[in-house]
């Protein structure tokens, strides 16, 4: 089990693409276009693929989303900062993020905030290498979204998966994946989906099922690249060179990785060595084989209220 707590693990990605707006509303105040102002920029930064310049925005408007003293915004901010800081596999940045975004939710009585800092704070353990800490919180997160999140759900599911493998037990891991996939298609989220699929083609490698890690693989390179999820199709690529070494096809793998290494270096994230096999991202860090999605990237909306 050593190579994984030196691994970095992949997200499903994916914005909740709300902001401040004035629309049938009251007009941004002076502090409020500033950091809607940052919090565009990081949007923008984000879908382009480049994380860095992403977290620095969101760290940006969440500076003054503070000086406003606007709880909400500071909420969202402190939840898509914790989400690129784990993208980019600053463990500890993530962390303070996400347990503060868990606290101003529990004062703002904010379930969904609790839940997606939840989340967040089980992604920062299982890359910590923290796997009980790990399935403990995804169990708890699973818990308090069933009936009412399903893209949480299967989010919680793809974590319980990994800790469980981490901790030796592939068959809890593989009903976990056996439940999320047809939550995650019924939600038409691509990039849910492809993370599933590829948790389950590095579960299907370990096994030796090589056929079918690279069907699983195929699907979710296609949802990838359709989705432009550059971060998640660095992660299928690396996962599916192994799959290229494992058939004996070594330029193939070499290619695969080449490929990978282009698009990580758009992105800010980095390989890492694990344990000889092909380097891994971040999901958001590169992991061959362990892929989940941030714990929500969101912003601030303004409807004229500041709770």
């Given at each position: 089990m050593a190579g994984w707590r030196g691994r970095v693990a992949r997200g499903i990605g994916g914005l909740v693409l709300t902001g401040l707006t004035a629309c049938g509303g009251l007009a941004l105040t002076p502090l409020q276009s500033r950091y809607q102002r940052e919090t565009e920029r990081a949007l923008r930064y984000h879908a382009h693929g480049e994380l860095s310049r992403a977290l620095a925005s969101y760290r940006e408007s969440l500076r003054?989303?503070?000086?406003?003293?606007d709880r909400p915004a500071m909420l969202a901010q402190e939840l898509n900062v914790g989400a690129l800081a784990l993208a980019l596999g600053d463990w500890a940045l993530a962390?303070?993020?996400?347990?503060?975004?868990?606290?101003m939710a529990a004062v703002l009585s904010d379930s969904t905030g609790e839940l997606r800092a939840g989340l967040g704070l089980a992604q920062v353990r299982l890359r910590q290498g923290r796997f009980d800490d790990a399935r403990r919180a995804f169990q708890q997160a699973l818990d308090d979204a069933r009936g009412r999140d399903v893209a949480a759900m299967v989010v919680a599911l793809n974590g319980l998966a990994l800790a469980n493998q981490a901790l030796g037990q592939t068959p809890v891991a593989r009903a976990a994946l056996a439940e999320a996939e047809p939550l995650a298609r019924a939600q038409d989220d691509r990039?849910?989906?492809?993370?599933?699929?590829?948790?389950?083609?590095?579960?299907?490698?370990?096994?030796?099922?090589?056929?079918?890690?690279?069907?699983?693989?195929?699907?979710?390179?296609?949802?990838?690249r359709a989705a432009e999820n550059l971060p998640g199709l660095a992660h299928d690529l690396l996962l599916l060179g192994q799959v290229r070494q494992r058939q004996g096809r070594t330029p193939a793998a070499q290619e695969l990785a080449r490929r990978a290494r282009i698009i990580l270096q758009h992105t800010g994230q980095h390989p890492r060595p694990s344990g000889?096999?092909?380097?891994?991202?971040?999901?958001?860090?590169?992991?061959?084989?362990?892929?989940?999605?941030p714990a929500g990237l969101k912003s601030a909306r303004r409807d004229g209220s500041s709770q």
């Open positions: 003054w989303a503070e000086m406003a003293d962390e303070d993020g996400f347990q503060r975004a868990q606290l990039r849910l989906l492809a993370a599933t699929l590829a948790n389950r083609a590095a579960l299907a490698l370990r096994a030796g099922e090589v056929e079918s890690a690279e069907r699983s693989l195929e699907e979710a390179i296609d949802m990838d000889g096999a092909t380097a891994s991202p971040v999901s958001e860090g590169v992991n061959p084989g362990v892929r989940l999605r």
